[in-house]
Each structure stands twice: as structure tokens, then as C-alpha cells.
């Protein structure tokens, strides 16, 4: 039988509640910024360190937060994940960590930031379509609906030659091309992907410190996109 008793503990529930999300709210920052590091780096931000610290420099306020997950490429020193495990796993860790947040900062404008496997696995989440070649047959763009603002890419294995995002001197895919026709959605306008030819991981070069250098090479002109984004 629903008594008086339990008809107050419903109401109580629902005027406490709102209070509780109220707060929640009003504690959200202008701007979170969401990173993945790249394959082997230890946990935390890796290689994306210098682009967050440089968008938090110039938005004081700003929070930021790493993506969990393995990182790894099959070595004994990141779990012994595979690649495509590693990549399936980051996907959800994406999706998962957006999901909450923007849940309860509806408002604050996002920023992602993702270095080799790291800006696979949020291209993966933000685009969809699938990664075939990592074992992800359909991937919906569950967290294209949220208020991301600027999506900052560096050596993306997805990387397609001729997208209207690209940065740089590459014209050959990288090892996971993206299918043409996933073309990121409303988004395209919001990224910037900068791989260059040299690159083997997002193109077909053969220079490694390629693949390292963008943070050095390009960290002043993905910081000036940004600005122009928030």
C-alpha cells in the first residue's frame, strides 16, 4: 500500500534532487578539455600534454581530464592489449567519459585532443561508421549530439587525404584510413587533423620523429584554431 509516509519520502526525493543538480551545474566550467594519449605512453595525457597546457594558459578556468584506457599495441609494458583491443576499448572509454560529463555540464563547451591512437580512437567515436581493420564493425556517433567545439587530431592513423580538416604536406592515408564517405558530420568544420608525409603512422612515410614532432610543429597554430572555436 503507498502510505503518506512513502508519498513524503517520493516528494522529498524530488525537491532534494533538483538543489543537487543545481549545484552540479553551477560548478561546470566554461571548457573542459577530453585527451588520449598514443600507444605505449604511460597513463595520463602523453604527448597531448602541451596542447592542454596551452589551451588551460589561455582559458584560466578551464578543466581538463585523460582518457582511461590501455593505450597499448600488444607490448608487456601497457597490459599486453592488442592494437584493435586497445582501440575497441578506447572507443568506449571516449564514449563513456563524454557521455557523463556532458550529461551534467550540458553547457561547457568541449575541446578533444588525441595523439596517434589516441586521436584514432576519438575520431572513431566522434565519426562513426566503424574500424573495420581494428574489429569495430558499426560505431554509432553516439557523441557527435554533444557541444564540442574544437577536435585537434595529430597523426590520426584515420586519416584520409583531400578532408576539408587536414593540416600539413600528407596525400596518402594512414594504416587505418577512414572510409571516404564517413565524412565527421557537422563537425568537419570543427577539427583540425595534421599529419604530414613523412609520417608512418597517419600517412606512408618513413620519419617516426615525424610522427613525434607536432606538438613542436604545430602547437601554436592548433592553439590560434581553438581560440577561434570557443
Request: hydrophobic share 35%; with cysteine.
Amino acid at each position: 500500500m503507498f502510505t503518506k509516509v512513502a508519498a513524503l519520502a517520493v516528494l522529498a526525493t524530488q525537491v532534494f534532487a533538483a538543489p543537487i543538480e543545481l549545484e552540479e551545474r553551477a560548478s561546470c566550467p566554461k571548457i573542459h578539455i577530453f585527451a588520449a594519449r598514443e600507444t605505449t605512453a604511460s597513463p595520463g595525457y602523453g604527448s597531448t600534454q602541451t596542447f592542454v597546457n596551452e589551451i588551460i594558459s589561455a582559458y584560466p578556468g578551464t578543466t581538463s581530464e585523460a582518457i582511461v584506457y590501455p593505450a597499448c599495441g600488444g607490448q608487456s609494458s601497457c597490459g599486453g592489449d592488442s592494437y584493435a583491443q586497445s582501440v575497441q576499448a578506447g572507443v568506449k572509454a571516449v564514449t563513456a567519459a563524454v557521455s557523463s560529463y556532458a550529461s551534467k555540464c550540458p553547457s561547457t563547451e568541449l575541446v578533444y585532443i588525441g595523439h596517434s591512437q589516441g586521436a584514432q580512437i576519438g575520431d572513431d567515436a566522434l565519426c562513426g561508421g566503424g574500424d573495420y581493420g581494428d574489429g569495430i564493425s558499426s560505431t554509432a556517433a553516439t557523441i557527435a549530439q554533444y557541444n564540442f567545439k574544437a577536435i585537434i587530431w595529430t597523426g590520426d592513423p584515420r586519416f584520409v587525404p583531400g578532408e576539408t580538416f587536414h593540416v600539413g604536406s600528407a596525400t596518402h592515408g594512414g594504416f587505418a584510413a577512414r572510409p571516404s564517405a564517413i565524412t565527421c558530420g557537422k563537425y568537419q568544420y570543427d577539427i583540425q587533423s595534421y599529419c604530414d608525409a613523412t609520417d608512418p603512422y597517419c600517412s606512408n612515410g618513413n620519419n617516426p620523429a615525424t610522427h613525434n614532432g607536432y606538438q613542436q610543429e604545430y602547437g601554436a597554430a592548433a592553439l590560434k584554431f581553438v581560440k577561434t572555436k570557443l
